[in-house]
């Protein structure tokens, strides 16, 4: 998670219950606090688009991300173990946003997996005919299905800098370990793998995401951070699924795509957000939780 000064509107600034506990770190969504030897996550309402914060918050944005990460680290535990300690033994005051996890050592990596062709990767195929090194068949357009999902890590950018799609050589040298990246990846497909199919049984396609994974006493490799939120993830609803174009989304890439029609040239101060905008992402949000989970946010 990269790192960056206490910001306006953080849960910290608002939650006086949190004030006693020590501020371990602070990402574009999230804070995250020292609990013993473990740690309590914390989501805010912030929105991030090109790894700018935008000067508006999304009404119960952050109750969906710990939902949703709730509900996929249950889902998901037969196939890796993951840091989720509890949702209940957390502060009263961010119930429902927080979550205590156990303390990892993160490894370095996104692990992407796609299993359509979008955003990043279908600019670098446009331009390469692959994506981070994956040879892809020709003649594919915007949002085509793939053969089979192919895994497409990135860098962790710092606050303030942008995420870096990089080969799978790339990534086992800065993971310093071939035999565990090969494990990572294996991995990432099976969780992709398996969220694709339970979103599809919903009518929602899960066209791509991406995983944290670290470690800790016992276990090497533990996911971490979130889990197939909109956050992380591109859904789109499949009744609307239509290749050749870009897709009506679940996520965040509705903001994105407001925010592109603006002019806005990805840096900061990002734009502020129309009422109407906020109010149809949150629905968006609230949309995505209700069909993955079979439950509403209440």
């Known amino acids: 998670m990269g790192r960056h000064p206490r910001l306006p509107g953080s849960i910290e600034s608002m939650v006086e219950e949190l004030e006693n506990l020590t501020l371990h770190g602070s990402g574009k969504v999230r804070e995250v606090y020292e609990s013993g030897d473990d740690l309590l ?7 991030s688009i090109y790894d700018v914060i935008l000067p508006n918050e999304i009404p119960d944005k952050g ?3 710990n939902g949703m990460s709730t509900f996929w680290f249950g889902q998901t535990s037969g196939i890796v173990p993951n840091h989720l300690i509890s949702v209940e033994d957390v502060p009263e005051s961010v119930r429902g946003r927080a979550m205590l ?15 359509y062709l979008s955003g990043s990767g279908w600019r670098e195929y446009q331009e390469t005919g692959s994506v981070c090194g ?11 299905r793939l053969p089979r999902p192919i895994f497409t890590p990135a860098t962790k950018a710092e606050f303030g800098d942008h995420d870096e799609n990089v080969s799978f050589e790339e990534a086992a040298e800065m993971i310093g370990d071939r035999a565990l990246m090969e494990e990572l990846r294996r991995i990432s497909i ?12 919903r009518g929602i396609i899960l066209a791509d995401t991406k995983f944290e994974f670290g470690s800790h006493a016992g276990a090497e490799v533990v996911l971490g951070d979130e889990v197939m939120t909109p ?11 239509e290749p050749g174009r870009s897709q009506p989304s679940f996520d965040k890439q509705y903001v994105r795509d407001w925010a592109d029609a603006t002019g806005w040239d990805h840096s900061p101060p990002g734009p502020e957000l129309p009422e109407d905008v906020i109010a149809q992402t949150r629905d968006r949000y609230l949309e995505a939780y209700r069909m993955i989970t079979g439950e509403k946010l209440v």
């Open 41 to 47: 996550m914390v989501a805010s309402d912030r929105i």
């Open 63 to 65: 109750r969906v991300l």
């Open 101 to 115: 996890v156990r303390r990892l050592e993160m490894y370095p990596v996104e692990c992407v997996v796609r299993g």
């Open 134 to 144: 994956v040879g892809l068949p020709t003649g594919l357009v915007e949002s085509d």
């Open 190 to 201: 099976e969780l992709y793998e398996f969220g694709a199919r339970h979103a599809a049984d």
């Open 231 to 241: 956050d992380s993830s591109r859904y789109w609803p499949e009744a609307e699924y």
